[in-house]
């Protein structure tokens, strides 16, 4: 019943492949954003959506990119993967009101070895 | 630019020890909401609080207490007589009301109660 769902949970992948990160959610929100969480850093915004198709970067987006071509789907690429992008992947929902809060997934840990 | 700073890294606690955390923000904006989530060693994120800003007063909810002041940019959280389930990483967060309603995150704050 969360509304959020994130696949894989866990994935290891060698360096200079492509992964890609699905998120899904049966909440209709508009907005759609994908985080990474590090030691030291807290989470910090890659890329997110305010609508089918529409997308703009966050602090972190070298190196990553995302697609969504349906309200229910954000897609987040890493086109080469490299041992920097090895973090938690957090994705998140929200109706575009912060005082309705925003709904987090469970998390993708993924290891660039 | 919109920034939340958690100065402290790690607190250590004793179990019925209460612990304070502290929050800084910056934001240009008058109208924001502060959040405060607390992520178990299980890795989820827990929503706590929500404030927004024209809403300063503060709130007790059983162990936890909530002080926001818009004079010194702070949203500090308190736990009365922590436990060990309290052992957490917790998160203040930053978001405007407007701009796509991005969230910023703190560093976090690591709270390790022994027992």
């Known amino acids: 019943d969360a509304g959020i769902t994130q696949s894989p949970r866990h994935k290891v992948t060698e360096t200079g492949t492509p992964v890609t990160l699905r998120c899904h959610q049966t909440?209709?929100?508009?907005?759609m954003y994908w985080y990474r969480q590090d030691p030291g850093h807290g989470l910090r915004l890659i890329h997110y959506?305010?609508?089918?198709?529409?997308?703009d970067k966050g602090e972190v987006s070298d190196g990553y990119s995302v697609s969504r071509s349906k309200t229910e789907d954000f897609l987040l690429t890493l086109e080469s993967a490299t041992s920097s992008q090895t973090s938690v992947y957090f994705c998140?929902?929200?109706?575009?009101?912060?005082?309705?809060?925003?709904?987090f997934g469970s998390g993708t840990r993924l290891t660039v070895v | 630019a919109q920034k939340v700073t958690q100065a402290q890294t790690e607190i250590s606690v004793v179990e019925k020890e209460d612990v304070t955390l502290d929050c800084v923000y910056e934001?240009?904006?008058?109208?924001?909401?502060l959040f405060w989530y607390k992520q178990p060693p299980s890795g989820e994120l827990v929503f706590l609080i929500r404030?927004?800003?024209?809403?300063?007063q503060n709130e007790i909810s059983g162990r936890y207490s909530w002080n926001f002041q818009k004079s010194t940019s702070s949203f500090n959280f308190t736990i009365t007589a922590s436990q060990v389930v309290d052992s957490a990483v917790y998160f203040c967060?930053?978001?405007?009301?407007?701009?796509?309603?991005?969230?910023?995150f703190g560093a976090g704050t690591t709270v390790t109660v022994r027992a």
């Open positions: 959506s305010y609508g089918v198709k529409d997308t």
């Open positions: 909440e209709n929100h508009r907005y």
């Open positions: 998140a929902i929200s109706e575009g009101r912060p005082n309705y809060g925003y709904t």
């Open positions: 967060a930053l978001s405007e009301a407007r701009g796509d309603y991005k969230l910023s």
């Open positions: 404030r927004n800003s024209f809403d300063e």
């Open positions: 934001t240009r904006d008058t109208t924001y909401y």
